[in-house]
C-alpha cells in the first residue's frame, strides 16, 4: 500500500475511518513500538473498565482492528514477541499528510468574484 508502490486509500480510508484504530496510530506516533498489553491499555482505562470490557477490547483488537491496520500496512505485528509497530510505509504516510498540510497554508484565499471574503476564508 504505502511502499514505493501506489497507495490504496481506499484501504488506507477504511483503516482510518475507526476511531479506535486512529487513537491506536496516535499512541505508535508517540512509541513507534508497543505491547499488544500496552496498546490495550491505551486504549481503555484499566481501573475503571469491567473484565467484560477488557475482553471486548482484546477481541475487537486481535480479530478487527489490527488485521485492518495490517491490510493497510499502517502497522505490523509480531505474533510471537506480541508487538506492534509502526509501519515505514504509515511514517511515509505521516510525513507526506504534514507536508500536505503545509503546503494547503501556501494557497491563495478563496474570493469571491468581487473580491469579498467567503465563508471558506474563515
Do not use: C
Amino acid at each position: 500500500m504505502v511502499g514505493e508502490e501506489r497507495i490504496d486509500w481506499d484501504v488506507v480510508f477504511k483503516a482510518l475511518a475507526s476511531t479506535t484504530r486512529r487513537e491506536l496510530l496516535r499512541y505508535l506516533t508517540r512509541t513507534r513500538t508497543a505491547t499488544i498489553s500496552e496498546v490495550k491499555r491505551a486504549l481503555l482505562d484499566v481501573d475503571t473498565s469491567s473484565n467484560d470490557d477488557l475482553l471486548q477490547v482484546d477481541i475487537e483488537l486481535i480479530h478487527v482492528h489490527l488485521p485492518t491496520l495490517t491490510d493497510a500496512e499502517l502497522v505490523t505485528v509480531d505474533t510471537e514477541r506480541e508487538t506492534i509497530e509502526l509501519s515505514p510505509g504509515a511514517e511515509r504516510l505521516l510525513k507526506e499528510a504534514s507536508i500536505s498540510r503545509l503546503l494547503e497554508t501556501d494557497r491563495p484565499t478563496p474570493r469571491d468574484p468581487g473580491g469579498r471574503r467567503t465563508i471558506a476564508d474563515n
